[in-house]
């Protein structure tokens, strides 16, 4: 296979392995002019991977980038293992957590009126509306609200996409609570590889707030963005003969050039992630997966493994490769809700929590390509927050993953979605008042 060849096929599958998997654009946008909905796209009545083989038209595939293709991804982010090689995030072994449980029916009537529309809409029908896979609500820490869709399951793994992303921040900023990360010294002083790269002279705070300036496109219209060699470099499968580019994460890291100062501007780009994974398993000497079931999955009380998509070399895909069951996601949002707190201990500091909620710099998001779709947001240790009134904030990843947490309203909701276009700007007019709708209706309750 010539080079040539092998950059078409990353254009085509590895798309759909870890591109798309990134807060971004997706092939998964381009879809035939009559959309399935929801309840026509429902993983289980399409038939993905059914029978003993299944029927040729129904195998789905990341050789061909088939997996992450609308429909087939509503099937694949709940079998994500299936596809790619993967690196487990153990569970508690004992002490395991139980929520309380008491629903309220009241939920699914709570109305809304969509940020693009003038017609009110209920609760209810807006998780069809968004492809919703699974959503929870706890409310003072019960389980209020709870339903599964498609191929999601209560005992289920779902991809989280980017909200990997704050699983990462969290771990930098617990490091940098702990004194073992300074936030004013360079990457370069922990990773002296990267001395060479934009990330060299980039504090641990600028790669944590992504304040970096880099060269570096996540622009998928554009064959020439340097998207394609990071998914190269990050392909799990063999590669030909010719190929002569970076071989994993950390490979590709390193020939990343700065373009402008870093602190100027907030720039989404999960690279910043990487890094981060890459300086936090430097100073511990552990594994991304390895150190968030040490820290935190364990400490929780969580009755699933979760595991991390890896790249050819074993390393975990620290800026969308996590998956997780909705239950134990939940136990991460209610912890950090509690500042720190949980299941009878305090996981993380409680002035790490607050540094979140404070939030970051809102005149280097406003800079942002994101500041006139999130206006007035900011973003802190991978965090998102909406500074409003009830001071909410949230870790988000494309097709609508979610954890959101209102501290007025004593409400956090994960949210698990497989909607058949990548970005949150597509999906964020019916969430984010719908999330709004939910906490005024619970903070009467």
Same mark, same amino acid.
């Given at each position: 296979m010539v080079e040539h060849d092998y950059n078409k096929m990353m254009k085509r599958s590895q798309l759909t392995i870890q591109l798309s998997i990134i807060l971004s654009l997706s092939l998964t946008e381009i879809c035939a002019q009559h959309r399935l909905n929801a309840d026509e796209s429902d993983p289980q009545r399409m038939g993905w991977m059914q029978g003993f083989p299944p029927p040729?038209?129904?195998? @789905?595939?990341?050789?061909?980038?088939?997996?992450?293709?609308?429909?087939? /991804?509503? &099937?694949? +982010?709940?079998?994500?293992?299936? $596809?790619?090689?993967?690196?487990? #995030? !153990?569970?508690?072994?004992?002490?395991? &957590?139980? $929520? !309380? +449980?008491?629903? =309220?029916?009241?939920?699914?009537?709570?109305?809304? @009126?969509?940020?693009?529309? =003038?017609?009110?809409?209920?609760?209810?029908?807006? /998780?069809?509306?968004?492809?919703? =896979?699974?959503?929870? @609500?706890?409310?003072?820490? !019960?389980?209020?609200?709870?339903?599964?869709?498609?191929?999601? !399951?209560?005992? *289920?793994?779902?991809?989280?996409?980017?909200?990997?992303?704050?699983?990462?921040?969290?771990?930098?900023? /617990?490091? #940098?609570?702990?004194?073992?990360?300074?936030?004013?010294?360079? *990457?370069?002083?922990? +990773?002296?590889?990267?001395?060479?790269?934009?990330? *060299? =002279?980039?504090?641990?705070?600028?790669?944590?707030?992504?304040?970096?300036? /880099?060269? &570096?496109?996540?622009?998928?219209?554009?064959?020439?963005?340097? @998207?394609?060699? $990071?998914?190269?470099?990050?392909?799990?499968?063999?590669?030909?003969?010719?190929?002569?580019?970076?071989?994993?994460? &950390?490979?590709?890291? +390193?020939?990343?050039?700065?373009?402008g100062e870093h602190g100027a501007a907030f720039g989404y780009k999960t690279i910043n992630t990487d890094a981060m994974g890459w300086i936090i398993s430097r100073v511990t000497g552990k594994s991304i997966p390895q150190l968030l079931s040490e820290k935190i999955w364990v400490p929780l009380g969580t009755h699933f493994d979760g595991y991390y998509q890896v790249d050819g070399a074993g390393i975990a895909f620290a800026g969308g490769g996590f998956n997780a069951n909705m239950r134990d996601m939940a136990m991460f949002g209610e912890m950090i809700r509690n500042k720190g707190k949980f299941n009878k201990q305090q996981i993380v500091p409680e002035v790490l929590v607050e540094d979140i909620m404070n939030g970051g710099s809102q005149d280097t998001f406003r800079k942002s390509t994101f500041g006139e779709l999130l206006p007035g947001w900011s973003y802190r240790n991978m965090w998102w927050i909406l500074h409003n009134d009830h001071g909410a904030f949230a870790a988000r990843g494309v097709h609508g993953q979610t954890v959101y947490i209102d501290p007025k309203a004593e409400m956090v909701i994960v949210r698990f979605a497989s909607h058949p276009e990548a970005k949150n700007a597509k999906i964020d007019p019916t969430i984010l008042p719908g999330f709004q709708a939910v906490a005024e209706y619970l903070l009467n309750e």
């Amino acid at each position: 296979m010539v080079e040539h060849d092998y950059n078409k096929m990353m254009k085509r599958s590895q798309l759909t392995i870890q591109l798309s998997i990134i807060l971004s654009l997706s092939l998964t946008e381009i879809c035939a002019q009559h959309r399935l909905n929801a309840d026509e796209s429902d993983p289980q009545r399409m038939g993905w991977m059914q029978g003993f083989p299944p029927p040729e038209e129904k195998i @789905i595939s990341a050789a061909d980038g088939s997996f992450f293709s609308f429909p087939a /991804l509503r &099937y694949s +982010v709940c079998h994500m293992r299936q $596809f790619m090689p993967t690196a487990n #995030v !153990k569970a508690a072994p004992k002490n395991r &957590y139980r $929520f !309380k +449980v008491k629903l =309220d029916s009241g939920i699914d009537s709570v109305t809304f @009126i969509p940020l693009n529309s =003038d017609q009110r809409m209920t609760w209810e029908t807006s /998780l069809t509306e968004n492809y919703t =896979d699974g959503i929870l @609500i706890l409310h003072k820490g !019960k389980i209020v609200y709870e339903k599964y869709f498609g191929e999601l !399951k209560p005992d *289920g793994i779902h991809a989280a996409m980017s909200v990997s992303k704050t699983f990462t921040g969290t771990l930098g900023a /617990l490091l #940098v609570e702990e004194g073992i990360l300074d936030e004013n010294k360079m *990457g370069s002083d922990y +990773v002296p590889e990267l001395k060479n790269s934009a990330f *060299g =002279d980039a504090t641990i705070r600028e790669i944590l707030d992504m304040t970096t300036a /880099l060269k &570096y496109s996540e622009d998928y219209a554009d064959s020439n963005a340097e @998207i394609w060699s $990071f998914a190269a470099a990050g392909n799990p499968f063999p590669k030909p003969s010719s190929y002569t580019g970076p071989t994993n994460y &950390y490979d590709y890291l +390193v020939t990343v050039q700065k373009n402008g100062e870093h602190g100027a501007a907030f720039g989404y780009k999960t690279i910043n992630t990487d890094a981060m994974g890459w300086i936090i398993s430097r100073v511990t000497g552990k594994s991304i997966p390895q150190l968030l079931s040490e820290k935190i999955w364990v400490p929780l009380g969580t009755h699933f493994d979760g595991y991390y998509q890896v790249d050819g070399a074993g390393i975990a895909f620290a800026g969308g490769g996590f998956n997780a069951n909705m239950r134990d996601m939940a136990m991460f949002g209610e912890m950090i809700r509690n500042k720190g707190k949980f299941n009878k201990q305090q996981i993380v500091p409680e002035v790490l929590v607050e540094d979140i909620m404070n939030g970051g710099s809102q005149d280097t998001f406003r800079k942002s390509t994101f500041g006139e779709l999130l206006p007035g947001w900011s973003y802190r240790n991978m965090w998102w927050i909406l500074h409003n009134d009830h001071g909410a904030f949230a870790a988000r990843g494309v097709h609508g993953q979610t954890v959101y947490i209102d501290p007025k309203a004593e409400m956090v909701i994960v949210r698990f979605a497989s909607h058949p276009e990548a970005k949150n700007a597509k999906i964020d007019p019916t969430i984010l008042p719908g999330f709004q709708a939910v906490a005024e209706y619970l903070l009467n309750e």
